[in-house]
């Protein structure tokens, strides 16, 4: 009686219900009067589709992050609509719409730059239809079943993802406890853990996002199959990882992001060059990594850009210091040692996570500009001050000096510089000491560390 009563209000699994399959129970309807979400907080844009679908006559909800996200008080920065109608249905009542993806077929509804993504429900699995492929490691590669809502709940990830907010009457739907999840600040996995992972390595590292995005702890059922399950990660697109590293860089929780995938052994599985640097004691990788990271939660907390270039330049500094030492040992002089370990550093990540061309010459720029910032002389410092990416480059010299590399004079040097009148800039280029000839300049250049 307890027991099915702890289920009818969520606080208990329905271990009946099995992901993939409809076994037709009841949803708990949560009532406008109890959930809180107000209309105000939704997008005026998602507002409009969910308007126009029910108009039409189909059903609309909004779901997943957007639910979650106005339920824990906190601002989404995206609103998912799911519907019953089908694809071709929405593009016939959307005439700004197109429609993308072949994993999962979905419609962009377009308000100028704001695109609202419109889903259709997800059906039962059937082993057998074309329409759903799974790899031989039991990923799904392909799924384009369409269902009922019913059905659909169970392909969601997490408890907390799986709430709809209905436009016909303001209620919230609520198929898998996850109402109660989120109030009791739990993240649970819809069906087996192990399962779904396998289904889409992904999920894992989802589920720290979330965890460490709402401050919710990762139960031991969805953190053990992580340390067993993590080569998975390798068979994830390089270009998925990439969206996914964003994500979860962004979200304004990185530094418990990193710890976490350090902890199931994730961060190995997405940069494993870095997670090498991590276990040498040569350079500061940690101290880096974790001011880079608090930096950027601290800039996102106070609504500042953050460039994805500079972090990239974080994570691969260090494994590009050792592979440069690697070179220089190999008789190949300072300077073009780092440019083909900057190369070579790019080549492997990309393996594993394919990151845009324009983020990446950003990083190189910053990278390239640590070894010209020690190289003051003549008119070189005032030059290296109009470089488009000179300020990025100097505060990653300052982080470089925080986390404990022995760069702290070049950068008191640099904001004397940067602060200074003409005359005083002039003076500090003095006390470098005198510029040599030419021709010996040129021998020093190929012997000077570039620290
Ligand atoms: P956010 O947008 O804040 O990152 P989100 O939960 O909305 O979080 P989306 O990627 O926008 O994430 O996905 C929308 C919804 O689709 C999710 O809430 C979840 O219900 C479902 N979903 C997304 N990715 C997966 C997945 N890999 N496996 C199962 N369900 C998923
Ligand atoms: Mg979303």
Redesign the pocket.
């Known amino acids: 009686m307890i027991r099915a009563f702890l289920t009818k209000v969520g606080i208990l699994s329905n271990k009946s219900a099995k992901p993939g399959t409809a076994d037709g129970g009841k949803p708990i309807i949560i009532d406008r009067s109890q959930h809180g979400i107000s209309r105000a907080n939704i997008s005026e844009n998602a507002l409009k589709v969910l308007y126009r679908l029910h108009r039409h006559g189909y059903q609309a909800y909004l779901?997943?992050?957007?639910v979650?996200?106005l339920l824990l008080g906190l601002h989404?920065?995206?609103f998912?609509v799911v519907t019953n109608a089908k694809p071709e249905d929405i593009r016939r009542v959307f005439r700004n719409c197109r429609l993308i993806g072949r994993r999962f077929r979905l419609a962009h509804v377009y308000f100028g730059h704001d695109i609202v993504?419109v889903?259709t429900f997800r059906g039962k699995t059937d082993e057998q239809s074309e329409d759903l492929s799974h790899s031989e490691k039991g990923m799904i590669l392909r799924d384009n079943v369409y269902g009922t809502i019913s059905e659909d709940v169970w392909?969601?990830?997490?408890t907390l993802?799986?709430l709809y907010y209905n436009i016909a009457d303001f209620s919230v739907v609520d198929y898998t406890g996850g109402y109660a999840d989120i109030k009791a600040k739990r993240l649970r996995m819809i069906g087996d853990a192990s399962v779904?992972y396998r289904?889409?390595p992904?999920?894992m590292l989802?589920a720290i996002?979330?965890a460490c995005?709402i401050g919710f702890e990762i139960p031991q059922d969805l953190s053990q199959p992580m340390l067993e399950l993590k080569e998975l990660i390798s068979h994830v697109s390089p270009g998925r990882l990439f969206e996914e590293m964003m994500?979860m860089f962004h979200s304004g929780s990185a530094y418990p992001v990193y710890e976490q995938l350090i902890k199931h052994q994730l961060f190995a599985e997405l940069f494993p060059a870095t997670s090498d640097a991590l276990k040498q004691a040569s350079f500061p990788t940690h101290e880096l990594l974790t001011i880079i990271f608090q930096n950027t939660d601290n800039r996102i907390q106070q609504q500042k850009t953050v460039t994805p270039s500079f972090i990239v330049a974080g994570l691969l500094w260090h494994p590009i210091c050792l592979q440069a030492q690697t070179h220089i040992d190999n008789g190949i002089a300072v300077f073009p040692a780092r440019i083909q370990a900057i190369e070579d550093l790019l080549r492997k990540q990309g393996q594993r996570i394919s990151i845009p061309k324009r983020i990446v010459q950003g990083a190189r720029e910053i990278w390239m500009l640590q070894m010209r910032l020690v190289r003051r002389h003549g008119k070189r410092a005032q030059q290296l001050m109009m470089e488009p990416r000179f300020r990025a480059a100097f505060d990653f010299l300052e982080l470089r000096a925080l986390a404990g590399e022995p760069v702290g004079e070049l950068v008191s040097w640099w904001k004397e510089y940067i602060e200074g009148d003409p005359a005083q800039r002039r003076e500090l280029v003095k006390a470098l000491g005198f510029k040599k000839k030419k021709k010996k300049i040129r021998r020093k250049r190929e012997e000077d560390p570039a620290t």
């Open positions: 779901v997943g992050g957007g979650r996200d989404p920065k995206d998912d993504e889903a392909r969601r990830d997490f993802n799986s779904r289904e889409d992904v999920r989802r996002r979330f995005k994500k």
